[in-house]
Structure formats: C-alpha cells, structure tokens
C-alpha cells in the first residue's frame, strides 16, 4: 500500500484538573483518572463517573453502557454492576474484533486445559462469494467447555463479534454455539464453523472414540431386542386375530365369541415355528391358506406362519 505519510494518534489523557475534584473529595489516579468502584461511584459518597474519565476501556460503547449503569445507581440508589464483557473491534481491512480473554491469558490460567478452536475464512462461502476468503474465528473456553473469550480478524469482524459477546457474557458452552442454526452464507457463520471444528476433532479423538464404542454396542443391542419384541407383538396380534376369524368355523361365518361356555378348549399356537405338515392352498381350515412359506418372517398379521382351528 503506498502513502506519505503515518499520522500516529494515540493517548489520551483525562482532563480533570482545575475544575475542583479535590475539594468534593473525588479521588484521581497518577495519570489523572477518576477512580470509580465497579458501580461507578467516585470516592465522594454522592458523586458518579462514566466514560472514558474513568480510565476503563475508552470506547463510545462503554461510555455509553456507564452512562446507564451510572445514572440508574446515582438517581434510583441501585447497585448495579459495570459489565466486564467488554468487545472491541479495529476496523482495519479485515476488521479485528474481541472479547474476553485472550488465548495467552486462559494459558496462564488454565494451561493445557485452556481449549482452543479456530476455523479459517478461506473456506467460508460466503468470504469467497465476497471474494475476501482471509482471516479467521479463534474460540477460547474453559476446561468445561464455557467460552470465556473469541477474537475474529476477518471481514465482517464487527458483526460476528456481537454473538460471541452474548455468548461470553452467559458463559454459554461451545457445543451451543456449533448447535445454534447460522443462516447461510453469512460471515455469522464463521464462528459456529469454529465450534463445528472443535467438537469434530473432540468426537474424533481416540477417548471419545474408546467411551462411544461400548455404548454404540449396547445401542445396537437394545435395538435388536425392540425389533424382536415388536415382531413378537405383531405376531401374537396376528394369532389372536386369525383365532378370532377361524373361531372354529370352517364356512367362514361370523366368528364365535371366545367366552361361549360349549367353546372346546385350544391349543396353545407357537409364535413362530412353522407346522410341520402345511395345508394345501384353499383349504377350508383356516391359517395356512393365504400363509407364506415356512421359515419366512412377513410382518403382515395375515401371513404369520401359524396353524389355528
Ligand atoms: C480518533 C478517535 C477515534 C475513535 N474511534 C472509536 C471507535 O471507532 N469506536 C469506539 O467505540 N470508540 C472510539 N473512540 C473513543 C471514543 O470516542 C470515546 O471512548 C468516547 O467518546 C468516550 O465518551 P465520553 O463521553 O466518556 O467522553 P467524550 O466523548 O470525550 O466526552 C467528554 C466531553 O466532556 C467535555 N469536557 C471535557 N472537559 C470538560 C470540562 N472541564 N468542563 C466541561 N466539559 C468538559 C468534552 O469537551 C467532551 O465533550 C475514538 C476516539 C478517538 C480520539
């Protein structure tokens, strides 16, 4: 990029001399900030202080957010709390944005535990249809998982920050993010694409593997034995279904109600196991007629291989 020349504007100092902050007892630091608590009051009982004069991150967002916290604590007596959850962004070309803690400090805090997940905008569709397909989401968390910081340098930087801000603030945990449904193609969706990363290679680490063995076996069981006892099920439905048209009549008359007294009694009907003599097709016994072969397992009630009558 070419140019000129480099305009360096940086520092900026509260202005807090002359105007008598020592005679209302309002305490300032070296550098001539007012020193607030994290509600904003001053060391005077009845005096507030918002913004940049503070000294806390100078940004017009967070004057703004003091101006609420102040003002509703100076006027009404509550004791609401400045939030900590603070995003910036840089508006470079691409745009740098953050929130919380950085990569280094959950290091420091939590070492190899700290997790870390990050996806790259190259392959991001919408940064390519843009034709910007540079930059990436960086994801730190908790060893529990909670998200405790996010850094995005990628177009559209500003924006995605928003989320992850909310997300920071409630301690939310990855997984949530990678679950929540990201319209596409945004630049939104580069973050998510991050947690998607995180818990692809998480489900594909060898641990996760050896845990999610045994239960896919046990899964894989329990299906086996519903599908049994649900054909089982359909089978005895079948059988009751078949004595109750059969009802002992071989004309195909109404069936013969099971409690009548003169109802001579039958003979328990196996669930499954084929007759050892099948009746010729037509015949009028009944079971057997419509019947499939033996040793074939229809679902079709009407095709359970059961002799009956
Ligand atoms: C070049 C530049 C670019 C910036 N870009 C961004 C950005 O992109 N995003 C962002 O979030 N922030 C940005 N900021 C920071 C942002 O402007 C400040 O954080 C924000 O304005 C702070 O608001 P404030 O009300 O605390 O203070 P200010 O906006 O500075 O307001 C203080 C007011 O008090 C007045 N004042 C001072 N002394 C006295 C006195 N003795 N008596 C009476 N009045 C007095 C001043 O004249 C001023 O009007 C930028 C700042 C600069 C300098």
Redesign the pocket.
Known sequence: MPFDRILV?TG?RP??A??GLDLAGVEIDARGAIAVDDRLRTSAPRIFA?????AR????????H??RVAAVNALLGTRRSVDETIP??T?TDPEVAHVGLTEAEARERWGDRAIVARSDYATLDRAITEGQPLGFALLVADPRGHLVGATVAAPGAGEAIAELTARVKHADKIDRLSSTVHAYPTLAEGPARAADEHLRLRYASPRYRALARPVLAVRRVLARQRSRSRQHAADRGANAGLERSCGGSSTGASPRPRSIASSPPRPAVPARSAPPDRPSHGSPTCGWARGPLPGSRSRRPDASPTAVG
């Open positions: 504007a900026r202005r807090t002359g105007i918002a913004g940049d004069v503070t991150l100078p940004f017009t967002h967070v004057a703004a003091h101006a910036w962004v508006f």
